[in-house]
């Protein structure tokens, strides 16, 4: 009795190979999901709050607080002692003086202020710009494959 030769079948992509790929696929699958759900939920919450801590280090930076409670002070600290006795004239330069060194301080703090909200103002559109960017990155890596 002679048993029936077995015919191979010679084919394009083996079987085997097909449920490596399978395999594989299935695992990436959820992972996919995770990166997905992760990048939309979790990760725009941690970059609208590192948004926020950088406005606040950009407020202490500038110390914006401090500038305007002291708009009207003097520069630096900088002025006249008015005298204790009645001199007209030493009283005027004191008080010239005073008030060129209030009005100093006044335009400096002026100046860093508009400087300090322009920087805040400009990490706003930043932010704006990374944040759509953000929400695209997944589409935009589809495409590339």
Do not use: K
Not at 30 to 54: E, G, K, Q, S
């Amino acid at each position: 009795m002679c048993l029936p030769q077995r015919r191979w079948r010679v084919t394009f992509f083996p079987t085997h190979f097909l449920h490596l790929l399978y395999n594989r696929i299935m695992r990436l699958i959820p992972m996919l999901v995770h990166y997905i759900w992760w990048h939309y939920t979790m990760a725009i919450a941690d970059l609208v709050r590192n948004y926020f801590n950088l406005v606040a280090f950009l407020r202490n930076f500038f110390s914006l607080n401090h500038l305007t409670r002291n708009l009207f002070a003097p520069w630096r600290r900088l002025g006249e002692e008015y005298p204790g006795h009645f001199d007209l004239a030493a009283f005027l330069t004191a008080l010239l003086v005073n008030t060129l060194m209030r009005l100093v301080g006044f335009i400096f703090r002026v100046i860093l202020i508009i400087f300090g909200l322009l920087v805040v103002v400009a990490s706003v559109f930043i932010f704006a710009v990374v944040l759509f960017i953000w929400l695209l990155i997944p589409a935009i890596l589809v495409f590339l494959i």
